[in-house]
């Protein structure tokens, strides 16, 4: 079967161009762009229809699809939603990076640890449709509400967990923050769409995933120095409680800021892209076509693979970050968890200045590719520097693995948009991540095991075979970006209002819905 969406697409913009222009409102001016019929109401019907699509309902769409905004608001979102999955990346990390301590604690082994990080993984991958499809149905607010509400949750059920024997009781947490990453992980390039303009979805996107990475930097930082390697078990719990009362504290501050801060969507769409997408979408329409749509995009098919090879690796070496660096350097807890945080923090600025550069150039393919290499060639040499008995090689090698390896995160979300436009970015988003935790746990499963039984040399070699692959199969991905052909003939405006002289009344472009 052949995927008609573009087809759809085409013939929309065609009909929209042939529409006649309104009079001028006074007020506001629509983008020169979008076209409005004079007897149109401003929903969805304002621009063409094709055939076979029902109207979504005023409650899922903008006020005006005619007029092209962008709000201030949309910073105030993109901050709240980075910081809210800053908490639940922080959580997913705390015991793996002193992995150690928390298996003395609970008297458990190892592995016993390490699936408190592969939980996250695990659940991710059987709620990833149900959540994706309430995405689809109930909105942004409503899944934000709820991915903060069970990560506040799960942070103060881990206060129940603060004696040797209840291990239990901190699975049970960890289970409760692993579901609210299912509501946090596929919002980014949802949030960018829906809030920002075309020459900023990509920085916005990027400042998204940013969050993310910073609570997992947090995560290798804040632990090691909390919780101290001591032998007393009293003040080991007590060390532990402080960790977790702060965290539960900083989750329920921010649970209460996505009450009364996050909203649905902006009063009017901030691209022609995304008003397109709005007019095309259908509240009543089938969600296993569009999946079957998105497998059928073979480019589209090739970045899932490619991405979870890239993500796969990350979070197998995230979780086992501690016992490498501990093997061969006996007693750097501390040390360990500074050189996660170098990786996450190399790979933040990683990700902006991608970010940042896709907006500019809209090169997807080639910066996909490049970064993709250059993670495989940190990758070597991080392999092979990591037993030289120098700390400070380490750190450097780590650094510069980390700026590619994370920093391409926010590539792999932004270029799952382009190929699949005006498919749901929730759903490309999902199955990105459903990849991600699927080759995840493979491989910490299969690079613990190694490294138990050999080396962690072994181990390493293992992900760079793989990291290689994904490098061979991202050269065979095309640039065909079709978010970018919606938007090609649609300069955005930046936010400005033009002075109303006193003689004549000139019609004012507002181009920035204030806060």
Not at 127 to 134: A, I, K, N, Q, R
Not at 250 to 260: K, W
Request: hydrophobic residues 45%; charged residues 10%; contains cysteine.
């Amino acid at each position: 079967m052949v995927d008609k969406r573009p087809e759809q697409l085409e013939r929309h913009e065609n009909s929209a161009r042939q529409s006649p222009a309104p009079p001028a409102d006074p007020c506001v001016s629509a983008h020169p762009s979008v076209s409005i019929h004079p007897s149109a109401s401003a929903y969805p019907s304002v621009l063409a229809q094709p055939s076979g699509l029902t109207q979504p309902s005023s409650s899922s769409t903008p006020d005006n699809l005619s007029v092209i905004r962008l709000s201030t608001h949309r910073w105030a979102m993109v901050l709240l939603f980075s910081f809210y999955s800053m908490c639940n990346a922080f959580q997913w990390i705390q015991y793996g990076s002193i992995n150690n301590i928390f298996r003395k604690f609970y008297g458990v082994s190892a592995f016993a640890i390490d699936c408190l990080s592969m939980c996250y993984m695990l659940t991710y991958i059987p709620l990833l449709l149900p959540v994706t499809w309430m995405l689809e149905k109930f909105g942004l607010r409503t899944i934000a509400l709820l991915g903060s509400g069970l990560n506040c949750l799960g942070a103060w059920v881990k206060l129940g967990s603060l004696q040797p024997h209840l291990f239990p009781v901190t699975v049970v947490g960890q289970i409760i923050c692993s579901v609210a990453q299912v509501f946090i992980l596929g919002m980014p390039s949802r949030i960018a769409s829906v809030w920002f303009g075309a020459n900023e979805v990509s920085t916005a996107c990027a400042l998204a995933v940013f969050g993310n990475q910073l609570g997992i930097a947090i995560g290798f930082l804040v632990p090691p120095v909390l919780v101290p390697n001591i032998s007393d078990q009293d003040k080991l719990a007590y060390h532990i409680s402080i960790m977790f009362y702060i965290v539960g504290g900083v989750a329920t501050l921010l649970f209460i800021l996505v009450i009364i801060v996050f909203k649905e969507k902006p009063k009017y769409p901030p691209s022609r892209a995304q008003s397109l997408s709005y007019a095309l979408s259908s509240p009543d329409a089938s969600y296993l076509p569009a999946v079957i749509r998105l497998f059928k995009n073979l480019n589209f098919v090739l970045l899932v693979i490619t991405y979870g090879l890239n993500a796969g690796a990350f979070y197998a070496l995230s979780t086992l970050l501690n016992q490498m660096v501990i093997m061969h350097y006996p007693g750097e807890e501390v040390n360990a968890g500074r050189i996660g945080l170098t990786i996450v923090i190399a790979g933040m600025l990683g990700a902006m200045i991608s970010g940042l550069w896709l907006d500019k150039s809209k090169t997807y393919r080639e910066t996909t590719l490049v970064v993709y290499i250059m993670t495989l060639i940190g990758m070597v040499v991080y392999t092979f520097t990591l037993n030289l008995g120098h700390l400070w090689v380490v750190f450097i090698t780590a650094g510069t693995m980390g700026f590619f390896m994370t920093g391409y995160l926010p590539l792999g979300f932004e270029f799952a948009v382009e190929l699949t436009y005006p498919e749901s970015e929730g759903m490309s988003s999902g199955l990105l991540n459903m990849s991600a935790q699927v080759f995840g746990i493979i491989f910490t499963s299969a690079q613990g095991q190694i490294i138990k039984d050999y080396s962690t040399l072994p181990g390493n070699i293992f992900l760079c075979v793989f990291l290689g692959l994904g490098s061979a199969l991202t050269a065979f991905i095309r640039a065909d970006l079709r978010r970018q052909k919606a938007n090609k003939d649609v300069p955005e405006i930046k936010g400005q209002e033009e002075e109303e002289s006193n003689t004549s009344k000139v019609p004012t472009v507002v181009t920035e819905d204030r806060f």
